[in-house]
């Protein structure tokens, strides 16, 4: 029986790779800061699909708290087989619109949190000889749209760095790279779905099905849809001051 450990798995993409964990007959452990929401997910999948469900409510900015997934993906006794990085926010402001400890913050979870959690899952993987880790990134990383960026950015490069480094032993390394989703994600932002052309919009589950499919291939980036293959090409090759003018796309 396999282990998956999520992160930020109440709601869009997280709550997708639960669901299809699950349905796979994965246990799981569920890591989210709002507890109820947790346990109500966590009693939704055990019944569904006859799984063991771990809940650990952990804020990922919080070090202290964080240290507790960290310690959980160490336990040697309880192996986790697959982690799965989601938990993320963003900022709708300018970076100086917003408040520093507010960019602070995105910093710790979309960065430190994936650096530490990617850190302590490795090790245990590594000396077991088999593993996975699929960190959610964004193809915002391709793009200069201010520090949401630059921090997915630091994910790709991690991702592909780690998948490189650790393939020998057995781990498989996957950083998923999707759009605009179809999520709590940009409500949370404030940003009306009017932000983006609907062609832009993409469903959680398909891509979740997809990622895991790639994951499953060994393919170190898993990025949804034709489209967004398009995009993320694309701004290789286009100048970065051209780029910068689409600033405003998803933000309004």
Not at 80 to 87: G, H, I, P, Y
Not at 145 to 173: D, F, I, P
Not at 233 to 239: D, E, F, K
């Amino acid at each position: 029986m396999s282990r998956s450990l999520v992160t930020g798995p109440t709601a869009g993409i997280g709550r997708s790779f639960a669901h299809q964990l699950a349905a796979r007959g994965d246990d799981l452990v569920l890591v989210a800061r709002d507890a109820a929401r947790l346990e109500e997910l966590a009693d939704e999948l055990r019944a569904q699909h006859d799984i063991e469900v771990e809940v650990l409510a952990a804020d990922l900015a919080d070090r202290d708290q964080l240290r507790r997934v960290e310690e959980r993906l160490a336990d040697l006794q309880s192996p986790v087989d697959l982690l799965v990085n989601n938990a993320g926010f963003g900022l709708k402001g300018r970076f100086l619109d917003n408040d520093v400890e507010a960019e602070t913050a995105l910093l710790d979870v979309l960065v430190t949190a994936v650096l530490r959690l990617t850190h302590a899952a490795l090790g245990p993987m590594a000396a077991r000889g088999h593993g996975g880790v699929i960190n959610v990134s964004s193809v915002a990383a391709f793009l200069p749209r201010g520090t949401y960026s630059a921090a997915k950015a630091y994910v790709n490069r991690l991702g592909e760095w780690a998948a490189a480094e650790y393939a020998e032993q057995g781990v498989t390394v996957t950083t998923l790279c999707p759009g605009f989703v179809r999520t709590e994600f940009h409500q949370r932002m404030g940003v009306g779905r009017d932000s983006a052309p609907s062609w832009m919009w993409l469903d959680a589950d398909d891509l979740v099905r997809d990622a895991l499919a790639d994951h499953a291939k060994g393919k170190v980036y898993s990025i949804p849809s034709a489209q967004y293959k398009v995009i993320a090409g694309a701004a290789r090759l286009v100048p970065s001051g051209l780029l910068q003018r689409f600033q405003g796309l998803g933000r309004k």
